[in-house]
């Protein structure tokens, strides 16, 4: 830190924030009001009909109901929330993971209003968030980008010529996407015009927006993430990388940090990239810069995300870090310490769902009847249910989060089976079984595992 730690607290205390109202619910709601708690800020919660048995209903100092339980009428009613904000004197808004967390109007709104967003400003959020954009800033900035087009693509006649220049196989994307939507692998000359006309369709319908752009396809890559923190000098800092490629469709199932693909020379290489990319953009707040890696260990840049992410806490685990608190004293304007970090420790995280992992991991709300948490040393679970609580229909399936974490990738992995052996949850179906069957897959446990991981992985039926 630059100041003595004497004046930083002082300094800390003039311009902190004395309310902070979080605009989510579920465990990540939880998660912010846990560290506000420990800052000694003040927390409001807020929740829609169907939430009012939640946790961080009941764990906030104050609450305020923003709407019946879709989330177009609560959690994503920008004006209820700023409502909310206003008659609760709030001085800041965290908007966790999802919902209004990387809307920029939400962001500009806020400003405003004179109410901090804990997260970036509108300005970065569009910058980030149109894909092709962000990949011509990181293309200036110095940071590896997959071949392909000079950003949006015009007509069909220039994909044509793109594709031939960049060479088959190639990847349309779309500039308004992210998470795979309008996104199409093109091995041959005759499938490109169709892929072109049923992306943008995609597209257009998902985002209201058919600009696309082109990639080399990159085979069997890994999704490896770097968190960054960037502060309001426009410095910025690592915290190390998270593996994030065992995904269903375009959803992560489980993370880990390091990677075991990682080695010290790669690792020091993307954390650079990413920091570059960063302090590039006077990027503010705690960010994630996504990469994908081919089998040579080459990295390219995939996208930025200007949020805290669900897979956070396994960085935490092992820099022994607190990524919310950071977010808050950046945004009240104190600055990084501006080191880098590398784990270590080993830790993975496993996302419990309320989904049928024996019927294609379709949703299971409804009551919990019964529920044994895993305790012990190196574990932790970040959750909002209990008992008696009844998981509702209108939201995503995520209903905890199981993270292990020891001084080795074996240890970390027997820790984890030992945990799911524990966890009992009854009166929904879970993943659970999914985790626990992972933890004995063989090239799961090789750490021999890509993006396409989960396209062969086949779940054993139930022994009962
Ligand atoms: C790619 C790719 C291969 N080559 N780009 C998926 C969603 C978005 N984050 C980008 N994605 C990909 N972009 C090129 N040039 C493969 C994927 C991809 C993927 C990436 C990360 C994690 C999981 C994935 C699943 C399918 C495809």
């Given at each position: ?7 930083l ?6 311009v ?7 605009a ?10 846990r ?21 961080h209903v ?22 209820n929330?700023?409502s ?71 007509t ?42 049923s992306?943008?369709?995609?597209s257009?319908?998902?985002?209201g ?6 990639e ?14 960037g ?43 990413a920091?570059?990319?960063?302090e ?62 590398t ?38 679970l ?13 939201y ?7 993270i ?13 089976k ?43 039926q139930?022994?009962?």
């Amino acid at each position: 830190m630059e100041f003595g730690d004497w004046n930083l607290k002082f300094l800390i205390q003039d311009v902190m924030f004395k309310k902070i109202l979080i605009a989510n619910r579920g465990e990540i709601a939880l998660r912010v009001i846990r560290t506000c708690k420990e800052m000694g800020i003040k927390t409001v919660a807020v929740y829609s009909t169907v939430d009012e048995e939640s946790l961080h209903v009941k764990f906030a100092d104050e609450a305020v109901c923003i709407g019946p339980p879709a989330s177009s009428e609560s959690y994503l009613k920008m004006s209820n929330i700023i409502s909310a904000a206003e008659i609760t004197n709030a001085d800041a808004i965290h908007p966790g993971y999802g919902f209004l967390s990387e809307n920029a109007k939400f962001s500009k709104i806020c400003e405003e209003h004179g109410i901090k967003f804990i997260g970036a400003s509108a300005e970065m959020i569009d910058r980030m968030g149109d894909k092709a954009n962000a990949k011509a800033t990181m293309k200036a900035a110095g940071v590896p980008c997959v071949p392909g087009s000079d950003g949006i693509i015009e007509t069909f006649e220039d994909c044509k010529r793109v594709a031939k220049e960049t060479g088959y196989p190639v990847m349309l994307k779309a500039s308004a996407g992210g998470g795979g939507k309008g996104m199409r692998a093109v091995w041959k000359p005759e499938d490109l015009q169709n892929a072109w006309e049923s992306a943008r369709t995609e597209s257009k319908a998902a985002f209201g927006n058919d600009d696309m752009y082109m990639e080399k396809l990159i085979e069997e890559p890994r999704h490896i993430e770097i968190q960054i923190v960037g502060d309001s000098r426009g410095k910025a800092c690592h915290l190390s990388e998270r593996d994030c490629s065992v995904q269903r469709r375009h959803q992560k199932l489980t993370e880990e940090t390091p990677s075991p693909f990682m080695t010290d020379k790669l690792r020091e290489e993307m954390g650079l990239a990413a920091v570059r990319a960063s302090e590039y953009i006077k990027y503010e707040g705690a960010g994630t810069v996504e990469f994908l890696v081919d089998k040579h260990r080459n990295f390219y840049f995939m996208e930025m995300n200007t949020r805290i992410q669900v897979e956070h806490p396994i960085t935490e685990q092992v820099i022994d870090f607190d990524l919310i608190r950071e977010q808050i004293l950046v945004a009240a304007g104190v600055p990084i310490s501006g080191k880098h970090y590398t784990p270590k420790l080993h830790s993975i995280e496993c996302r419990i769902n309320a989904e049928d992992p024996y019927n294609g991991f379709r949703p299971s709300p409804g009551v919990i009847t019964t529920l044994h948490a895993p305790g012990g040393h190196g574990i932790r679970l970040d959750t909002h249910v209990y008992a008696g609580y009844a998981i509702p229909p209108n939201y995503d399936s995520m209903i905890a989060k199981l993270i292990t974490t020891a001084q080795t990738r074996e240890e970390a992995i027997n820790k984890m089976k030992r945990a799911l052996d524990e966890f009992v949850i009854e009166g929904i179906k879970t993943t659970i079984p999914f985790h626990r069957q992972l933890m004995d897959h063989p090239d799961y446990l090789a750490g021999n595992y890509t993006t396409k991981f989960m396209e062969d992985f086949e779940m054993k039926q139930d022994e009962e």
